[in-house]
């Protein structure tokens, strides 16, 4: 019996030996894919959209109403600008549009009563001068409604207001500063509008598909951000694309055996931030993409077979690649737009409402002569 042993325990210290090896081989594979081909990134950027406040009239600024770092919704008032010039405008343009008005009630009412005359009280170049005349006085009353809408909405504008939902951000302006028409002096960060950039090395392009699940944790947090990729960029920057001397192509010089993956950016739309924990643009993150039954437990991947089957498919990615998925990379040819409406009020007045009994009797007929 003791012989036996003796003779069976070389080939078990080769066995076992073997074994480790295999095992190892296994994990340095299964590492390697990880690192090489999985789906996953350190380079991950918290994003946003930020709203450049810039006023459509120039004057100094009389009030401001909110400090750095404030929430506001869409429509609060961020400052306004000294209205008293703008106040003049429209008083001014309504004296204008009366006087427009009251003139064209009277070219009106007279060139109505050229065309009931009869011939032998006017002439037919009579009446089509006084029609012309009135034609003329209605121009003169439209171009004046315009103005006056024109100043109403000039003098509504001296009250800046916030585009979107969101936070005041680096606000430096003061009581008595000068704001400049188009000049941007307030930025508010749309909180409706956070997003992840995950710039992914091309290698692991093949294992993101539009609609994969995704977590990213911000460094610093534990818990991750959920999210899914919403869309992938079709287009990157080539540096050997640029021309050189004489308009010849400018080629960088590369090593053979060295070659860096290009990075794609991957959009990732948020579905779930945890509790406490703050979204702030510019902020870093690793992304990972996972599939649909990752991360679930009770689900996929908890028994051996799949264990198995899931080590297999990482197995044959690193010889053979992972493979091309059909629909992964989806063409997006509609999305959500949006627009910023101001509300108008047209002006549709009629000159007998703006100046009423001016002119009564305005339709009956004269009696000629």
Known sequence: MGRAIQLLLPWMRRLATLAIMAVAGVVALVTWDYYVTAPWTRDGRVRVQVASVAPQISGQITERRVVDNQFVHKGDVLYVIEPFDFEVTVRTNKAILEQKAADLQVKQVQSDRRQHLSNIATTPEEQQVFAGTALQAKAAFDAAQQQLAQAEINLRRTQIRSPVNGYVTNL???IGDYAQQGSVIVSVIDSDSYWI???FEETKMAR???GDR???KLMGYA???VGHVATVTRGIGVANAASGVQGLPNVDPVYTWVRLAQRVPVRIAIDRVPPGVPLVAGMTATVTVRKPAEGRSGQDGSGPGAVLAGLKARLAD????PPAKPECIKATTNGQTESLTEEVEEMGLTPGQINPGL?????ASPTSR
């Open 172 to 174: 430096l302006i003061g």
């Open 197 to 199: 950039d995950g710039y």
């Open 208 to 210: 993101v598909c539009i």
């Open 214 to 216: 995704v977590e990213a």
């Open 223 to 225: 818990q991750p951000i």
């Open 318 to 321: 690193v010889f053979d690649g």
């Open 359 to 363: 002119a009564p009797g305005m339709t």
